[in-house]
C-alpha cells in the first residue's frame, strides 16, 4: 500500500471556534473551505505547500446525517486540537484491502469540480483510536494547489499511541516528517514552518 500524506485535521465543536484556535497558534489567516452534505460538516483551510490543514466542526445548518460523521465528530468534545490525519493513495480500494480492519468502505464525494473517494468507517472511528489516517482518493483538482501561499510548510507530525509498533507497521509510510511514537495514550502534534517561526499544533 503506497500512502502519502495528504492533510491535516483539526476537530472542533463550531467551527468558529476552530478556526480563531489554529489563527492564534499559527498566526495565520484561514481561507474558506466549504460544506460536506453527504457528512454535515464544514470547514475553513490553510495550505501547507503539496499537503493542507483543515479546520472541520458538524454544521449547524444541516440536518444531522443519518450515519456517524467522519473522524468521530459526534462524540468530540473539549478545546479545538488536531484528531486526524489523512494519507493519499491511487487505488482505494487496495489500500483499504491492505489497511487495519475498521478502515472503512469507500464513498464518493464532491464539492464543486473537487471530487474524491474516502474510505469512511461505518462508527467513525478509525483504528488505533483514530491515531491511523483516513484513506483519500482525489479524482480531479486537489485543494492544496487552489490555496494561497502563506509560506506555511509541515515540519513534523508526531502521532503517539500505546500501540506505536502495530501502527507503524500498519502503515508502511516512509515520509520522514511522520514520526509514530509510543505513549499511553492517543496524542498528535504537528511542527509547522510559519513567516513567524515554527509554531506546533496539537
Known amino acids: 500500500m503506497m500512502l502519502t500524506i495528504d492533510h491535516l485535521a483539526v476537530s472542533a465543536l463550531t467551527l468558529e471556534a476552530g478556526v480563531?484556535?489554529?489563527?492564534?497558534?499559527?498566526?495565520?489567516?484561514?481561507?474558506?473551505?466549504?460544506?460536506?452534505?453527504?457528512?454535515?460538516?464544514?470547514?475553513?483551510?490553510?495550505?501547507?505547500?503539496?499537503?493542507?490543514?483543515?479546520v472541520i466542526a458538524a454544521d449547524p445548518a444541516a440536518p444531522r446525517p443519518k450515519w456517524p460523521?467522519?473522524?468521530d465528530l459526534d462524540s468530540f468534545t473539549g478545546a479545538p486540537r488536531l484528531t486526524n490525519?489523512?494519507?493519499?493513495?491511487?487505488?482505494?480500494?487496495?489500500?483499504?484491502?491492505?489497511?487495519?480492519?475498521?478502515?472503512?468502505?469507500?464513498v464518493d464525494l464532491q464539492r464543486g469540480d473537487l471530487r474524491w473517494r474516502m474510505a469512511?468507517?461505518?462508527?467513525?472511528?478509525?483504528?488505533?483510536?483514530?491515531?491511523?489516517p483516513?484513506?483519500?482518493?482525489?479524482?480531479?483538482?486537489?485543494?492544496?494547489?487552489?490555496?494561497?501561499?502563506?509560506g506555511a510548510r509541515l515540519r513534523r507530525l508526531e502521532v503517539a499511541h500505546p500501540q506505536a509498533e502495530a501502527l507503524r507497521a500498519a502503515l508502511g509510510l516512509t515520509d520522514p516528517r511522520v514520526v509514530i511514537l509510543s505513549g499511553p495514550v492517543k496524542a498528535m502534534r504537528a511542527e509547522i514552518d510559519t513567516p513567524h517561526g515554527m509554531r506546533v499544533l496539537e
Open 69 to 71: 460523521r467522519w473522524f
Open 134 to 150: 483516513a484513506l483519500i482518493q482525489w479524482q480531479g483538482p486537489h485543494p492544496a494547489a487552489r490555496l494561497p501561499d502563506l
Open 120 to 132: 469512511v468507517p461505518g462508527d467513525g472511528r478509525l483504528p488505533f483510536d483514530g491515531c491511523f
Open 20 to 54: 480563531a484556535a489554529v489563527e492564534a497558534a499559527l498566526g495565520l489567516s484561514l481561507a474558506v473551505g466549504g460544506v460536506h452534505p453527504h457528512m454535515a460538516t464544514h470547514n475553513r483551510l490553510l495550505g501547507l505547500g503539496e499537503v493542507y490543514l483543515e
Open 85 to 106: 490525519w489523512i494519507c493519499a493513495c491511487d487505488d482505494l480500494e487496495a489500500a483499504v484491502a491492505a489497511a487495519p480492519a475498521g478502515v472503512g468502505v469507500p
